[in-house]
């Protein structure tokens, strides 16, 4: 089956204002995301891309610009189902603010039981990004042979969903995982499980050493900025 390259957007504005876009309108890149986003063409320049799906949000599509001009041929197709988590009342709040809320402490150990006030539950987040990249699987194999890549450009959350369910971790687990801002993930699907190839990978160390006043116990709900 289909190998997938999974993309987090890069850094955005509302990562280094520490808030919590989930899918507010008008939040694109910042100065750094936008270089990440001009670096992503050279770091996948070896892959034979079959296809590129982005979530709906400005943040994706401004991540893929850059590759999507540097490769003219390959087709783009948004895909509703890896858009941000609905965090519903909690979209567009500092991040301070939510740290102390009694559902943060569910968020950070007991995710799966886990329902956003005005939003979405985390189960259905993890449900239905699961869901399109096991359609976009079948369809890329489909199109262009069981040995082709594609790439997916997402948030944070929806990446760690997806990698937990390839590693077949429950979804309580998924804050164990961290994927950075224009980070690379690459499962590869075979028939009978899949594959981690490439997990966050971003070339840079930078982002390995803990900073001063940073719960380092705690998980970055939506993603966070990645290294300084």
């Known amino acids: 089956m289909a190998t997938l390259i999974l993309v987090r957007h890069g850094r955005s504005t509302a990562n280094t204002s520490a808030v919590l876009a989930g899918r507010t309108p008008g939040v694109g890149l910042d100065e ?19 296809a590129v799906v982005s979530s709906p949000l400005q943040r994706c599509r401004e991540t893929l610009g850059p590759l999507l001009e540097a490769r003219p041929d390959l087709p783009l197709h948004i895909e509703e189902r890896i858009n941000e988590c609905d965090y519903g009342d909690w979209s567009g709040r500092k991040l301070a603010e939510l740290a ?4 943060m402490e569910v968020v950070q150990t007991h995710p799966s039981a886990v329902a956003f006030p005005g939003g979405e539950s985390m ?3 993890q449900q239905r990004a699961v869901e399109a990249v096991r359609d976009w699987n079948a369809r890329i194999d489909a ?10 450009c997402s948030h944070g959350d929806i990446i760690k969903s997806i990698v937990a369910d390839a590693l077949g971790m429950h979804l309580d687990l998924f804050q164990r995982i961290h994927v950075d801002p224009c980070s690379v993930t690459a499962i590869r699907y075979g028939r009978l499980r899949p594959f981690l190839l490439r997990l966050g990978d971003t070339g840079d160390l930078t982002g ?3 900073r001063a006043g940073r719960d380092t116990e705690a998980a970055e709900v939506g993603g966070g900025a990645g290294a300084p």
């Open 32 to 50: 750094r995301g936008v270089a990440q986003a001009a670096a992503l063409p050279g770091r996948l320049a070896g892959v034979p891309l079959a």
């Open 100 to 103: 102390d809320a009694p559902l």
């Open 123 to 125: 189960r259905g987040m």
């Open 143 to 152: 199109e262009h042979g069981e040995d082709a890549v594609y790439a997916m």
């Open 208 to 210: 390995v050493a803990p």
